[in-house]
């Protein structure tokens, strides 16, 4: 390709609305155009990068005995009401009414879709195992559309769905779709991928896993322990306590006027926040009924552990009314008379002295013991972990908060869909059994822009060979003289034919805007072919990681760049 | 890929509410499975051949120097109110709000996508021409989805814009994407392929071709000229008449009591149909004001010309009122006082001698000389043409009409988009002027059902080894065998690792259910490993089109049908 016919502007100036480096650069670097918030049309350098994305996946979904289909974007709503999902999910689900006034939606991922490809005549045991996966446009309405490529509306994806007849059988196949992930990533140049428990939110199932890269611009808090390796979300992660004993002391009443936070109280009282009961109220989202979570003192409640505990939506409570019998600022355990469900996380087992609210207006209780004072039937685990909290794992108080963006998933789905749409397989007795499954999402457009964010310096994106857009970028400086323009014209065509990708620019621009532009469009090997190159027989080879800088003869020039490609290619993809 | 792992059924049975041979068979074959009305999801086969499809597409697009890119298939109507299409479209166009009550719209072709993602600043003529180019998913709600995947509602298509500064230059590439659909025609195994000059449609512009494969099944009517060569749709084919003089007679009012067709009335005059001037009466669809056509009485009006000439939509008549004073069955050009507009095809042109209506119930006029009784300003081409009729190119009277399924276009646009939707560049003399375009479609799915169409048997389709979704069935027959396993396993092996795509039947079923499945999975090579072929120390290799059926030594076989596939692909491309 040469850079003087492509389409695509690149410039310096910092557009605005931009968030993050690798919008910045993809804006700047003519890689992609806004059409609407969170919808994006990409130039050619962009859907290079995506289709050699989407040619790894590809690769590596083939090797795991994949079989690709394709589902539509368009899908009628009856199939989502079979799953329950067309009522239970908002207004991400883009709906619409066809000519024939039906309910239509757009496809935001295919659980649905695939089951629907799958069912039939309920097949014999020995059908199982597949998986069938797809490349495909979703779209989910997003409300908080951002930072170009990394959340958007309209999207591509590869989804993959695995079909088995037992759990076993679906953690073997999960095994190998995990280990395939992580080649994915690393022939996409980030092998630092990790994997982390994560929460399965609305896809259903157990155990799922989040592939994430760490990058301060991250959206998810990541939860991991140096020490053993233990990863998980945030959202999924176990807090574990150790409390120490403070001695018992007798319950008592105390005026603590006017002080209502656990910092306002623990200081009035002269005790450290840990020595206290904090109270922190929500309600459920349907009904407006209230929840009391009763926690140490130091702690802040996970609100995605809680809603999985008290299994539905809820958010921090708006208002706390006066009938509702719950004295703001001053909620406690002991007497507690609010119309609320109450609940006590774990982080207060056992523990005792404890400063707590007394639901009096101006009063605390000191000297609570969980264990003496109340009667508690159960603990929950619904507070956040911290860095320096006890790892679950290995028990060291090792554990560090880091941010990740989320690049791929993969779920146990278990019968959730199987069993609401009447997804069943034979089994060896005659009888009938729900399908288990499994679901396996990577975000093609995100993949590529959180390479970039790990990826670049002030300049632009460094692209790994493996997915950048071409291989080599070829710069003619002073290609108004016959000599450069006559020897880079051969060096391009003799690269393309050893299969080398090259972008050529022969453009009559300043090796300033040349160079530039070179940044900005990040192909990892650049070759100069200049008045002074050419003066000592060669043309000059550098890599945009600045890792090398070297000549290269020019009559062996077109063999030694391929070479260095090749080796490239080889070096990242030569994983496990 | 193992039979015995593939997912999707195939059965004998033909399917309810199938029409057509492509749609029995990729439902037969398991090809694809409807998801609603006009969409389906697609088996590993059929994405199989539709991504081959698409990548000697994208081979032959970058070959006239296309730029893949990516448009969003969400698109803001704003875009399209832009273009003037957001109103002018009707109910194929889906529409839908999204979370912030913005409209959106589904894209069912991009050219407003195209020209959002090429504007900017205007660019200096150097920077010109450019095609950009994407393959991707439309959604079009069409009322009439039917025949399986030759008429659907979502579907894949590739488009291609052209972007120019001069009519010449815009022809020039015309011609080299003419030529590029005629090698991707010929490379996916249809070189019969034939272009034909349309109507443009809604697209805009004036040339167009349609790209047609000929099939009875074919929603389009083809005219051509086995004489020269002339091809044109339908639609915009133009008509030539020649009129025998009859001799000029008085015009003279006659009772024609109860006869108003024109096969009534010439029967009862004793007269030629062609010896009459028919009225055929439409009303604009806006206003419902009424265009009154006067032609020869036996030919038919062709609506394309007659709408293009008025300039808006239309439809026949649905009532004449008595108030628009035409009077019903003896309409004619001789004192008409009706009000509506009044057309004279050029069939009339210098015609004498003539039956018409006398607009009184119950006469006809006899001897109607057009020249001498009325005065006609001018005539229009709005009459079908019809089997036999004179060739506008050759002047021989050998017009032949067939059937076609559209499987590609291509259109000169003109400025339609540009000049709507402010794309201009700037000229030599510092000015602006609107950019030039082009655009260029192919329908990936349509062209896979349209090959099935006239690549089959009796038994399932014949897929040209380009498309096929493998190039090599091989089939284990008696597989039970512990020589026969291991043979077929080997020569599976083998043929993967010399690049062959091979489906392999490695099941315990009937040599009947096994050569049925082959069948319909159209595979263009066929290799049977048995106990009998082993026992004269070969496997068979036949051709799925039966051009030959031959024996290959067991230790040779692999290279033999390597090379056997690689002729057969080699001849299938070898094309200008």
Same mark, same amino acid.
């Given at each position: 390709?040469?850079?003087?016919?492509?389409?695509?502007?690149?410039?310096?100036?910092?557009?605005?609305?931009?968030?993050?480096?690798?919008?910045?650069?993809?804006?700047?670097?003519?890689?992609?155009?806004?059409?609407?918030?969170?919808?994006?049309?990409?130039?050619?350098?962009?859907?290079?990068?995506?289709?050699?994305?989407?040619?790894?996946?590809?690769?590596?979904?083939?090797?795991?005995?994949?079989?690709?289909?394709?589902?539509?974007?368009?899908?009628?709503?009856?199939?989502?009401?079979?799953?329950?999902?067309?009522?239970?999910?908002?207004?991400?689900?883009?709906?619409?009414?066809?000519?024939?006034?039906?309910?239509?939606?757009?496809?935001?991922?295919?659980?649905?879709?695939?089951?629907?490809?799958?069912?039939?005549?309920?097949?014999?045991?020995?059908?199982?195992?597949?998986?069938?996966?797809?490349?495909?446009?979703?779209?989910?309405?997003?409300?908080?559309?951002?930072?170009?490529?990394?959340?958007?509306? @309209?999207?591509?994806?590869?989804?993959?769905?695995?079909?088995?007849?037992?759990?076993?059988?679906?953690?073997?196949?999960?095994?190998?779709?995990?280990?395939?992930?992580?080649?994915?990533?690393?022939?996409?140049?980030?092998?630092?991928?990790?994997?982390?428990?994560?929460?399965?939110?609305?896809?259903?199932?157990?155990?799922?896993? @989040?592939?994430?890269?760490?990058?301060?611009?991250?959206?998810?808090?990541?939860?991991?322990?140096?020490?053993?390796?233990?990863?998980?979300?945030?959202?999924?992660?176990?807090?574990?306590?150790?409390?120490?004993?403070?001695?018992?002391?007798?319950?008592?009443?105390?005026?603590?006027?006017?002080?209502?936070?656990?910092?306002?109280?623990?200081?009035?009282?002269?005790?450290?926040?840990?020595?206290?009961?904090?109270?922190?109220?929500?309600?459920?989202?349907?009904?407006?009924?209230?929840?009391?979570?009763?926690?140490?003192?130091?702690?802040?409640?996970?609100?995605?552990?809680?809603?999985?505990?008290?299994?539905?939506?809820?958010?921090?409570?708006?208002?706390?009314?006066?009938?509702?019998?719950?004295?703001?600022?001053?909620?406690?355990?002991?007497?507690?008379?609010?119309?609320?469900?109450?609940?006590?996380?774990?982080?207060?087992?056992?523990?005792?002295?404890?400063?707590?609210?007394?639901?009096?207006?101006?009063?605390?209780?000191?000297?609570?013991?969980?264990?003496?004072?109340?009667?508690?039937?159960?603990?929950?685990?619904?507070?956040?972990?911290?860095?320096?909290?006890?790892?679950?794992?290995?028990?060291?108080?090792?554990?560090?908060?880091?941010?990740?963006?989320?690049?791929?998933?993969?779920?146990?789905?278990?019968?959730?869909?199987?069993?609401?749409?009447?997804?069943?397989?034979?089994?060896?007795?005659?009888?009938?059994?729900?399908?288990?499954?499994?679901?396996?999402?990577?975000?093609?457009?995100?993949?590529?822009?959180?390479?970039?964010?790990?990826?670049?310096?002030?300049?632009?994106?460094?692209?790994?060979?493996?997915?950048?857009?071409?291989?080599?970028?070829?710069?003619?400086?002073?290609?108004?003289?016959?000599?450069?323009?006559?020897?880079?014209?051969?060096?391009?065509?003799?690269?393309?034919?050893?299969?080398?990708?090259?972008?050529?620019?022969?453009?009559?621009?300043?090796?300033?805007?040349?160079?530039?532009?070179?940044?900005?469009?990040?192909?990892?090997?650049?070759?100069?072919?200049?008045?002074?190159?050419?003066?000592?027989?060669?043309? @000059?080879?550098?890599?945009?990681?600045?890792?090398?800088?070297?000549?290269?003869?020019?009559?062996?020039?077109?063999?030694?760049?391929?070479?260095?490609?090749?080796?490239?290619?080889?070096?990242?993809?030569?994983?496990?």
């Amino acid at each position: 390709m040469k850079l003087s016919n492509m389409l695509g502007d690149r410039f310096r100036e910092t557009p605005a609305d931009c968030q993050i480096i690798s919008q910045i650069f993809m804006i700047r670097g003519g890689y992609m155009k806004q059409v609407a918030n969170g919808i994006y049309s990409l130039y050619m350098p962009a859907r290079r990068i995506v289709r050699k994305i989407e040619n790894i996946i590809r690769e590596e979904m083939d090797l795991i005995d994949g079989q690709e289909v394709l589902f539509p974007v368009v899908m009628p709503a009856d199939l989502w009401r079979e799953s329950g999902r067309y009522d239970k999910i908002g207004s991400e689900l883009a709906r619409f009414k066809d000519r024939g006034g039906n309910d239509m939606v757009l496809g935001m991922t295919h659980e649905e879709a695939s089951v629907q490809l799958v069912r039939g005549t309920p097949k014999a045991e020995s059908a199982y195992p597949f998986m069938i996966y797809q490349i495909q446009t979703k779209f989910r309405d997003e409300p908080r559309a951002r930072g170009g490529l990394i959340r958007v509306r @309209e999207f591509t994806m590869k989804d993959a769905y695995s079909f088995h007849t037992s759990q076993e059988d679906l953690e073997k196949y999960y095994a190998r779709a995990y280990h395939a992930y992580e080649r994915i990533f690393a022939r996409c140049g980030v092998p630092e991928v990790v994997a982390v428990k994560s929460d399965s939110g609305m896809m259903g199932g157990n155990i799922s896993h @989040e592939f994430m890269l760490l990058t301060d611009i991250g959206e998810d808090t990541i939860v991991t322990c140096p020490e053993c390796g233990y990863r998980s979300n945030m959202e999924a992660a176990d807090l574990v306590v150790k409390n120490e004993k403070l001695g018992e002391e007798a319950l008592t009443k105390v005026a603590t006027p006017d002080q209502k936070t656990i910092e306002e109280v623990s200081a009035f009282l002269n005790k450290r926040p840990q020595d206290t009961c904090k109270a922190v109220v929500y309600q459920e989202n349907l009904t407006d009924k209230y929840i009391v979570v009763f926690l140490r003192g130091d702690l802040e409640v996970n609100e995605t552990k809680l809603r999985n505990f008290v299994g539905c939506e809820i958010h921090p409570a708006t208002e706390i009314t006066e009938a509702s019998g719950i004295v703001k600022g001053f909620i406690g355990p002991v007497n507690f008379k609010g119309d609320a469900r109450v609940l006590f996380d774990k982080s207060l087992d056992g523990t005792d002295n404890l400063v707590c609210g007394a639901n009096e207006e101006g009063y605390h209780y000191t000297g609570l013991s969980i264990k003496h004072d109340l009667k508690v039937e159960g603990f929950c685990d619904v507070a956040k972990t911290y860095a320096g909290a006890i790892c679950p794992v290995c028990g060291k108080p090792a554990i560090s908060i880091s941010r990740g963006i989320e690049v791929g998933n993969i779920f146990q789905l278990g019968t959730k869909y199987s069993h609401s749409m009447g997804l069943q397989y034979q089994n060896k007795d005659g009888g009938f059994s729900d399908v288990i499954m499994g679901c396996y999402g990577i975000g093609v457009g995100r993949l590529c822009a959180s390479v970039c964010e790990v990826r670049h310096d002030d300049y632009g994106p460094i692209w790994p060979i493996t997915i950048a857009p071409w291989q080599v970028h070829l710069c003619a400086m002073r290609a108004d003289k016959p000599e450069v323009r006559e020897a880079a014209d051969k060096l391009y065509d003799d690269l393309q034919k050893a299969g080398v990708e090259v972008i050529y620019d022969d453009r009559p621009v300043s090796a300033g805007v040349m160079f530039s532009d070179a940044d900005l469009l990040g192909v990892p090997v650049r070759v100069i072919v200049s008045p002074k190159t050419l003066g000592r027989g060669a043309v @000059e080879v550098a890599a945009r990681d600045k890792s090398f800088r070297q000549d290269a003869s020019v009559d062996t020039a077109c063999q030694e760049i391929a070479g260095i490609v090749r080796d490239m290619i080889a070096k990242v993809n030569d994983v496990e």
